[in-house]
């Protein structure tokens, strides 16, 4: 089984600060990777596949980046309503999703 | 476009069993994986394992391993998700979720309830 990992587990920012959220594959995945967005209530919602594809409607402030076994979700810019937990998930082999980041709004 | 509909919430005794159904529309059922995803109250998304409906094979996370099963119906675009032997720690919400192309899709989840 491919264990992910996320780093850190919460995050405080202030408002148009640089959030980067970091994700390490216990293997290599490839680019087989995902970021969702989570927030309370709510079903996870894609915000980039293939590692740094941006899905479609999100906004240009969410980037990813990497290959193999270690990647980044980067918002460039925090708004209020980026506040949620997001997690990356692989799907080389079968899926495995990292424990969570929980974005808070400082 | 495609969607995927579960089924209501559920509150079962320890030692019950639980199905959950996902109805789906909107691609080729039978041409793309579906997965179940379990999610307790404050925790993390933890993969259960999927079903291709083409073949009806099924692979489980290790965890769920003789306690989950999961099947489809072709003649109704569903898939199932059954759960036996509950316990306290299975109340969750569970989701099916399928990636068409290279976008996943989810449906809206179902909380399950598991309490004497």
């Known amino acids: 089984e491919i264990v992910m990992t996320q780093s850190p587990a919460t995050l405080s920012v202030s408002p148009g600060e640089r959030v980067t959220i970091s994700c390490r594959a216990s293997q290599s995945v490839s680019s087989n990777l995902v970021w969702y967005q989570q927030k309370p209530g709510q079903a996870p919602r894609l915000l980039i596949y293939?590692?740094?594809i941006r899905a479609t409607g999100i906004p240009a402030r969410f980037s990813g980046s990497g290959a193999k076994t270690e990647f980044t979700l980067t918002i460039s810019s925090l708004q209020s309503e980026d506040s949620a937990i997001y997690y990356c998930?692989?799907?080389?082999?079968?899926?495995?999703f990292g424990q969570g980041t929980k974005v808070e709004i400082k | 476009q495609v969607q995927m509909v579960q089924s209501g919430a559920e509150v079962k005794k320890p030692g019950a069993s639980v199905r959950v159904s996902c109805k789906t529309s909107?691609?080729?059922?039978?041409?793309?994986?579906i997965s179940w995803v379990r999610q307790a109250p404050g925790q993390g998304l933890e993969w259960m394992g999927w079903?291709?409906?083409?073949?009806?094979?099924?692979d489980y996370a290790p965890t769920f391993q003789g306690t989950v099963t999961m099947t489809t119906d072709t003649s109704t675009d569903t898939a199932y998700m059954d759960l036996r032997s509950l316990k306290s720690d299975d109340t969750a919400v569970y989701y099916c979720?399928?990636?068409?192309?290279?976008?996943?899709?989810w449906g809206q989840g179902t909380l399950v309830a598991v309490s004497s």
């Open positions: 979720a399928t990636v068409v192309g290279s976008n996943p899709y």
């Open positions: 079903i291709r409906p083409g073949t009806a094979n099924a």
């Open positions: 998930q692989q799907y080389k082999a079968w899926w495995t």
């Open positions: 293939g590692a740094s």
């Open positions: 909107g691609y080729t059922f039978t041409s793309y994986p």
